[in-house]
């Protein structure tokens, strides 16, 4: 299986960089949830990557562009992971509603079996290109 990932990861990285951006785009202009500041900052990390991706499918050169995917994708997770905890209460800094935004970054807006929120989701989404990104690596190794 993991011979697969290697293989197809940049493939696989496209897929999930593509249905995040989706799901981001479904929640806030279909479904109506307004985005909150750090939503935006974790946006800013993924939305790239589609780009990325698709250009690598076409242009067939993953091991170059892994290493932006990956960087891109480091500083999303620790977005994600921070928005994450300050929705469950690790941690209780200052919302973004009173730095002048109009949702708060802690309101949770859907919560699954208990513990998936969306900044849970985009954690997990940066984290699997990150483990993609190491596939790859470990099968073109650099120059």
């Known amino acids: 299986m993991p011979r697969f990932f290697e293989e197809h990861g940049a493939v696989c990285a496209f897929a999930i960089s593509l249905i995040a ?3 981001s785009l479904t929640y806030s202009d279909v479904i109506g949830y307004e985005p909150c500041k750090l939503c935006w900052v974790q946006r800013i990390f993924m939305y790239p990557q589609v780009i990325l991706f698709g250009l690598t499918l076409v242009r067939k050169e993953a091991k170059k562009i892994f290493p932006y995917a990956v960087a891109l994708s480091l500083i999303g997770a620790g977005f994600a992971l921070y928005h994450y905890l300050l929705q469950i209460g690790v941690v209780t800094t200052s919302s973004c509603s009173l730095v002048g935004y109009s949702v708060g970054c802690a309101e949770v807006f859907t919560m699954n079996f208990g513990y998936i929120t969306i900044p849970f989701m985009a954690l ?7 483990a993609l990104g190491a596939l790859a690596r470990k099968r073109s190794p650099a120059d």
């Open 124 to 130: 997990t989404s940066f984290l699997l290109i990150v």
């Open 21 to 23: 951006t989706l799901g």
